[in-house]
């Protein structure tokens, strides 16, 4: 018997300044995979990724994770979620920050040390934070995502400001974590990183384009190049709509 999803959601309606961000989603996110959510800025990617987390007010429909309704309180040990800004202490350093983590949760010193090593910051566990570059803080971030026994990790944009090999570091952790049992939903508006997705949620202001995998998208675009892949979607998507 299949495994039921890790999310689902059924009419989910989000409301701001007047009209609808998320006017109209229905999604299924499988357990125990990575799940890429991808679309330009703007495009309603963090919007879903709070009210997956049910820290979104939200105007209609549902939205269950883990078979319990979205910020329910026995969500808080089993869902992690990793903004685009972070929540740091920048005058700590980034030890002490991921140790400060560690205590609340219950891990130890070492642990935390091994997390800021999984997300190649060891050698600047020592510097505060406030010293560190863009992408630097949001590995700090990541790294406290990891301390706990979570089930589903949620990231917002992980790899923006990375160059190119420790995005693929990144990328090989999050395989790892997938084939340890966990569940990924990863945001990127970087349309390459779909081929490190097993499915790809394809999001254009705020609808959900299509749901499929990289080899499936170039199938039904025919063409390889993922970018423009998703440029003919929306000139389908466009002329449908006219």
Known sequence: MDAPPAISIRGLRVDRGGRSVLPDIDLDVAAGSVTGLIGPSGSGKSTLMRAIVGVQIVAGGSVQVLGEPAGAAPL????????????????????????????????????????LDLVGLSAEADRPVGRLSDGQRHRVSLAGALLGEFELLVL??????????????????????????????VSTHVLDEAGRCDEVVLLREGCVLATTTAAGLRRRTGTDDLDEAFVRLIERADAERE
């Not at 700590?92 to 205590?103: I, T």
């Not at 917002?156 to 939903?185: I, S």
């Open 76 to 115: 808080r040990r089993r869902v992690a979620y990793v903004t685009q800004s972070g929540s740091l202490y920048e005058d700590l350093s980034a030890a002490e920050n991921v140790g400060y983590l560690a205590r609340i949760l219950g891990q130890s010193t070492e642990e935390a040390r091994r997390a």
């Open 156 to 185: 917002d944009e992980p790899t923006v400001g990375l160059d190119p090999l420790l995005r693929r570091e990144l990328w090989e952790l999050f395989d790892r974590l997938r084939d340890a049992g966990m569940t990924l939903l």
